[in-house]
């Protein structure tokens, strides 16, 4: 069975003309084939397997799939492309293969992938009862509903139940969104890689636990500049692989410990905002450091 995915549902006379004329073609050389668009996909992405489904089928059903046209889903195109060639499934093109999409969504992918832990993502192209459903089984309750290009906490909500979550969707239709697992904490770490390295490892809490969820600095959380010899080594391993893994040179990661004690990854920002009080925070200063060796071609 080969798969052709367009860029839209809804799709031009001349374009479906095309298709038709493709398909018919195939038909005669004995191709099975179906259509759908990108605006159809469904992800389920966690560190044991990734799934994707389009139009409510598994991909895996596919041998092959054709990406016809991705318009601005190339990072779904890229996602799709790395669950079909671990699958065994041939897709045209591979350029799709590589993404450099710095959101959330890719992130979480391709991070799961490598090992990296990460929070258990759903995302869908058009979410509404049916997928709020699915979502619901495979992250439970509450769930986190975060904008996939959110910034400094902002842009991301704690839905209690899949009512929340859908009108959060709904209200904000041009936004890329993802849900995720909820990994109740007290704090969590910000830690600053460099290159190869933890340079540095702050603390954050909210000061509010029972009302806020999220250890934004800018939404009121405080910071403690840790002694990085007293930080688990676990904590700085986790951070560096997974800023190295994102090809991120100078990346503030986002830690998070659950009561078992183990690691997830909220996040791995490019230029992460620093705390411009000497007394306190030495990031300016490491970061000198590092520009420093990395000029003089140390690094």
Known sequence: MLLILKSKQESSPETQKGIDMLIRKLTEKGIETEISSMEKIELFISNEASEAFIDKKPLSRYKAVFFRRVGKKRSLASILSNIAKKNGILFIDKLYENSNDPGK????????????????TYFSSQYDSFSMNRAEKFLGLPMVVKFSQSRK?????????????????????????????????????????LGDEAACVIK???????????????????????????VPPFIKSVAVAAAKLTNIQVAGVDVVVDKNNDPFIFEVNRSPAFTYDEKVSDETSVLADYLCEYHQGKK
Do not use: W
């Open 204 to 230: 954050r809490e909210r000061p509010d636990k029972k009302e806020e969820f999220r250890n934004n600095v800018h939404l009121g959380a405080s910071e403690e500049f840790m002694d990085l010899s007293k």
């Open 105 to 120: 969504l890719s992130q979480m992918f391709f991070l799961s992938s490598a090992g990296i832990p990460v929070p258990k």
């Open 153 to 193: 906490g902002l842009g991301v909500f704690l839905a209690k139940n899949k009512e929340e979550a859908l009108e959060i969707t709904r209200k904000n239709p041009e936004e890329e969104i993802i849900l995720q697992e909820f990994i109740p904490n007290d704090f969590d770490y910000r830690v600053l890689v």
